[in-house]
C-alpha cells in the first residue's frame, strides 16, 4: 500500500494581517455565538442595513429563492422559541428573530442561497457591535411527531413549499466570548494538492 505524507499548509506571518482594509478577517477572529442579549432594542436604521444584507447575499443563478420573515414581536418571538425542543429557547429574549425560507419550487439549491444568506447576514449583525446565534430548522423537530418547520409553517401562515433553513437570533450582546485563538485552529483541515 503506498503510504502519502499528507502535505498540510501553514500559516505564514503576513503584513496584510494587520491592515484595516482586511476587516473581515478581523469579524471572523471575533466572531462568536452570541445567545445572550440585552433587553436592548435594534435602531431601525440598523434594520435596514440587515435586510439589504440579506438581499444582496449571493444565489445560485441569481434566482434568489429565499424570502425572510422579520421577528420583533415579543409574544411571537416567545412563540417562536419553541420551535426547538433544544437550541432555540434563548429566541425569546432576542430584540429580532429572521426566520430564512427558500423557495423549494424556485431552486434545488434552496438550502446553499438559504445558508449564505444566514451566515452573512450574521456576519453583518456582527460588525454593528452586536450578536447573533444561528437556530438550525431544517430536519429539526419541535416534538417527536411535528417538525420545527412545520411548527413554523404553521405559526406565520408559511405555505408548505416554502422551506424553513433556519432563524437567526440577534440583538444586543449579554455575553462576552472571546475569539478562537489562532493557534487553536484545526490547520490539519487544509491540504496542499491532494486529500
Ligand atoms: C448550521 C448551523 C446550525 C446551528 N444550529 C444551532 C442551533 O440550533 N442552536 C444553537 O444554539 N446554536 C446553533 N448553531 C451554533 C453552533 O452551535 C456554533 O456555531 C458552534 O458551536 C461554534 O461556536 P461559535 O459559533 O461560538 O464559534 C448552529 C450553527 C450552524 C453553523
New binding site residues.
Partial sequence: MIKYRVKTTTFKPSNLDTQSEFAMIELLRK???I?VYEDRKIEPEKIEILKEALLRSPSSRGINPWEFIFVDNKELLKKLSKA?EH??E?LEDAALGIIVCGNEKRSDVWVEDC?IAS?LVQMVVQSMHMGS????IRN?MHTKEITSEAFIQELFNIPRHIKVE?VISIGYPAEI?PG?LKEKLPLKKIKMNRF
Fill in positions: 466572531r462568536r455565538s445567545r426547538k437550541g432555540s434563548f445558508s451566515i446565534c444561528w437556530i438550525q429539526r433556519s466570548k478562537v
